[in-house]
């Protein structure tokens, strides 16, 4: 492989940005990134004349493949109105309705520009509903790049070695307890300790942040339950999994309702976006109504909520989940078959329209599990695969995600590459 210009593009971007990148995991392909020119449904096309196929998908917001053109019109119908105002426009009704109609558990929404933003306002308003400082969260899980929760966290910070940053102060830090995903004994052990102090337990109801880790069946009820025996509130960080496990996300999916639940990525149509969304008596505490602070020059971006509402209006349809689903579903399969017949330990994750391979002998269902999975054959297999025209996530801490663009034909095309991948990966 050899992407000349994507090199000399990666030069200059290395004198200007740390590590060439402005996001980390965008430094995680190698020898180093590709530089995209432009994207169409299931494909990236590069400066250097390849082709990919998507299956990394900008990490979770683009469901509907790139450059829908539903989305397109929708954007460009909003730019010719004007694009920031400064106060407010009839889309953030339109958008904030759409999202209540499928999220029974909240009848208000605050907009703001990034699932990091989201839960860091979403535990700022559980201190302050709670009155109490502590929260819990789970190894392995991430919430974004922000002082509350980067601790034990998954995504970038795993993968470049840093699960918590440097540059938090103890005290910060120290307010965040770290529980081990689908083990609710350990989240009782910290509950029962700290009783009375917790304000907040903060999960990803499905792992996308350490790879794929799917919930044990009841694990997410009984969060709910010590959430409510112990009164603490649950925040479901619904960034990844909001409207793309389902309409109504991972609480429609597994029947579980939250107190307070984050969402981002799809709700933007890929444009920057993030969301809180709670029942009134805990929203009305955000500034103006309230006293937990929150603002943005850019909240409620008009261009954002025209995209988001194209979006999830086409989602409503429900055919693009059809397409999708399929997709990742015949990806799990081929994923299973080739390694076993290839000769691998393995563990394949899929839900709805995501897909994981982990390389090793056991169950994966926790952050000492997925540790334990051979990173260096998962990477083999990304870059076997990269080298066929398939771009799956650079990182053993990421997952594939599937869209409406991924056909029959994308798959077929795929799953191709994927036999001489694995092929390849044996044959050295
Ligand atoms: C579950 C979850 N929460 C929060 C975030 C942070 O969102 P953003 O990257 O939009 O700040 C992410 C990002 O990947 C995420 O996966």
């Not at 965008?26 to 990919?52: C, N, S």
């Not at 699932?115 to 899980?141: N, Q, Y």
């Not at 998954?154 to 529980?179: C, D, N, Q, W, Y």
């Not at 339950?225 to 996300?249: N, P, Q, W, Y």
Request: glycine share 10%.
């Amino acid at each position: 492989m050899e992407w000349r210009n994507s090199k000399r593009l990666y030069e200059r971007a290395q004198r200007i940005f740390p590590g060439g990148v402005n996001s980390p995991v965008r430094a995680a392909v190698k020898p180093h990134p590709f530089y995209v020119e432009r994207a169409e449904g299931a494909y990236l096309y590069t400066v250097d004349g390849e082709k990919f196929v998507d299956y990394v998908l900008a990490y979770g917001p683009l469901i509907l493949g790139h450059r829908h053109p539903k989305v397109l019109e929708a954007v460009e119908e909003q730019l010719e109105k004007g694009w920031l105002y400064g106060t407010p426009a009839e889309t953030e009704i339109l958008l904030a309705e759409t999202i209540l109609k499928h999220y029974p558990s909240a009848d208000m929404v605050r907009f703001v520009n990034s699932g990091t933003e989201a839960t860091m306002l979403a535990v700022r308003l559980a201190r302050a509903h709670t009155g109490r400082d502590l929260i819990v969260k789970f190894e392995g899980c991430y919430h974004g790049a922000h002082d509350y929760l980067l601790v034990g966290a998954g995504s970038a910070a795993s993968h470049f070695g840093v699960p918590k940053s440097e540059g938090i102060p103890e005290a910060v830090a120290g307010r965040t307890l770290v529980a081990r995903y689908n083990d609710p004994d350990s989240v009782e052990r910290i509950l029962k300790k700290h009783e009375d102090k917790v304000a907040a337990i903060i999960v990803e109801p499905v792992v996308g942040n350490y790879g794929l880790i799917l919930p044990r069946k009841g694990f997410l009820q009984e969060l709910r339950r010590l959430a409510d025996h112990h009164d603490v509130l649950l925040i479901l960080d619904e960034v990844i999994t909001g409207f793309r496990l389902s309409l109504g996300g991972a609480q429609e999916y597994f029947g579980v309702k939250a107190d307070i639940t984050t969402l981002g990525k799809i709700i933007g149509g890929g444009f920057p976006i993030g969301a809180v969304l709670a029942p009134e008596e805990i929203m009305e505490r955000i500034t103006p109504s309230g006293k937990v602070f929150n603002a943005g020059t850019f909240n409620a971006h008009p261009v954002a909520m025209a995209a988001g509402l194209a979006t999830l209006k086409l989602l409503e349809t429900g055919e693009p989940y059809r397409v999708a689903n399929y997709a990742a579903k015949k990806l799990a399969e081929a994923l299973e078959d080739l390694a076993g017949r290839y000769g691998y330990d393995h563990w394949v994750s899929h839900i709805a329209s995501m897909a994981h391979i982990f390389f090793t002998a056991g169950e994966v269902v926790d952050y000492e599990s997925a540790s334990k999975a051979d990173k260096e054959s998962y990477l083999r297999l990304h870059r076997e695969l990269l080298r066929r025209g398939v771009f799956t996530a650079p990182s053993q801490f990421e997952v594939m995600f599937t869209s409406a663009a991924h056909d029959r034909g994308v798959v077929e095309e795929t799953l191709t590459a994927l036999e001489e991948a694995f092929k390849a990966m044996r044959g050295s």
